[in-house]
């Protein structure tokens, strides 16, 4: 059975940092790419970032330069490094494992910047 398991996500205020991590089983980690994305109140679910097997990373507009996405592989886990978190950035996070095949995505968690 597949698993995507995101934590990490809480209540910040605006300029602070978060750190979710999302821990796989069930899948050959190192093959799937993986992805960020999230959802905000009445909204589409929006890609965040992105990390290749390979390593590649690339970065929606609203985030490069304060989030980064790194994956182990030994883990079996994908992170996303949040800095200098705005308003605009609450949403519910979601992880999202895919290969050519298949695709499986986490509960998501919940991450909220207010003051």
């Known amino acids: 059975q597949v698993q995507l398991e995101e934590s990490g996500g809480g209540l910040v205020q605006p300029g602070e940092s978060l750190r979710l991590s999302c821990a796989a089983s069930?899948?050959?980690?190192?093959?799937?790419?993986l992805a960020w994305y999230r959802q905000a109140p009445g909204k589409q679910r929006e890609l965040v970032a992105v990390?290749?097997?390979?390593?590649?990373?690339n970065y929606a507009d609203s985030v490069k330069g304060r989030f980064t996405i790194s994956r182990d592989n030994a883990k079996s886990t994908v992170y996303l490094q949040m800095n200098s978190l705005k308003p605009e950035d609450t949403a519910v996070y979601y992880c999202?494992?895919?290969?050519?095949?298949?695709?499986?995505w986490g509960r998501g968690t919940q991450v909220t910047v207010s003051s």
């Open positions: 999202n494992a895919a290969s050519r095949l298949r695709a499986y």
């Open positions: 069930g899948i050959i980690f190192k093959i799937y790419d």
């Open positions: 990390i290749t097997s390979g390593g590649n990373t």
